[in-house]
């Protein structure tokens, strides 16, 4: 039996859920009430707890790996082991001041009071770049802090800057991008260690496919010289004749990423019929 802890609610919560799900992991969500739940098809247990506790839950043992945000991996120090990166509940930790504050450089974070809810990763920061600040820790609402004379800035997690903006401040320094990340104990016993391999096996392998798209098209035999050129695939395409003479069909895989981009090059190529499916696994 392997232990994850996860997120009970909050921005991680569904996202995780849904990668366990996709990964073949059949539980009952947990609910407002849940503490914990077992999968029907998976040795797995998974802890629903608040994202701050879930860094010591793993250290501690009481679970074997987790599911967290990697601000709170970092503020949290705790030792574990980042064992994959997940690519969702993206964000990133600013510093932002008044917008009637001048700033030209982080030097003019010297002196100042400012509030967060992350001091080990400010501090860190003002440390590498040799600035003498007074850190003011609190728990929620940072943003208001410098409006009722509390700080002077604050460093905090910006998602759109809007509610920076109505707070009048000014984002000035990113300190840190940061993801969902998959955080396991420094020493998994053998057994747990083996059912981690067969979890993280299977995120890569919806992790891969989620970047990529099943590509189908038509083209004339001589324009398919060309267009294998623009779809370099997993290894080579599969070309297969159609029932019209002098035409054939051509799948392939595609980055996400590049996919409108080939698309038209395909078009010039003299693709037809395009079809572009969603892949559910991947495995590499
Ligand atoms: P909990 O009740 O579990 O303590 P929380 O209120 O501390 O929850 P959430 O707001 O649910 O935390 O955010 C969880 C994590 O999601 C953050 O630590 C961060 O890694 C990530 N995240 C992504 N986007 C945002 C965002 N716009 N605002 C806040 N967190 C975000
Ligand atoms: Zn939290």
């Known amino acids: 039996m392997i232990t994850l802890a996860i997120q009970k609610s909050g921005r991680l919560s569904e996202k995780t859920v849904k990668l366990l799900h996709e990964c073949g992991i059949a539980f009952e969500n947990g609910g407002s009430s849940k503490l914990k739940s077992k999968a029907g098809n998976f040795p797995m247990q998974i802890l629903y707890l608040r994202d701050d506790d879930i860094p010591e839950c793993v250290s501690d043992g009481i679970a074997d790996i987790g599911i967290v945000g990697e601000n709170v991996y970092l503020e949290k ?10 690519g969702f509940a993206r964000c990133r930790l600013s510093i932002a001041v008044p917008k009637s504050m001048e700033y030209d450089n982080v030097g003019d974070l010297n002196g100042l009071n400012i509030a967060t809810s992350y001091p080990n990763i400010l501090k860190t920061f003002l440390k590498d770049n040799k600035i003498v600040a007074n850190i003011h820790e609190i728990s929620g609402s940072v943003e208001i802090a410098p409006g009722i004379g509390l700080a002077d800035a604050i460093f905090d997690i910006v998602s759109t800057g809007s509610t920076l903006l109505s707070n009048g401040l000014r984002e000035v320094e990113t300190v840190l991008f940061s993801e969902a990340i998959l955080v396991a104990g420094e020493n998994l016993p053998e057994k747990v260690r083996k059912l981690l391999d067969k979890l993280l ?25 060309e267009i294998c050129k623009l779809l370099p695939g997993m290894k ?49």
């Not at 120090?77 to 997940?86: D, G, N, S």
């Not at 096996?201 to 010289?225: G, H, S």
């Not at 799948?251 to 499916?277: M, N, P, R, Y």
């Open 77 to 86: 120090k705790r030792p574990l082991a980042i064992v994959e990166r997940l």
């Open 201 to 225: 096996f299977r995120i890569r392998a919806v992790q891969t496919a989620r970047n990529r798209k099943y590509i189908l098209l038509n083209a004339l035999n001589e324009q398919i010289d």
């Open 236 to 284: 080579s395409p599969t070309i297969m004749p159609l029932s019209t003479p002098g035409w054939s069909s051509l799948h392939s895989v595609i980055e996400e990423d590049e996919f409108w981009e080939k698309i038209e090059a395909l078009k010039t190529a003299g693709a037809q019929g395009i079809l572009v499916i969603p892949i559910e696994k991947m495995i590499v």
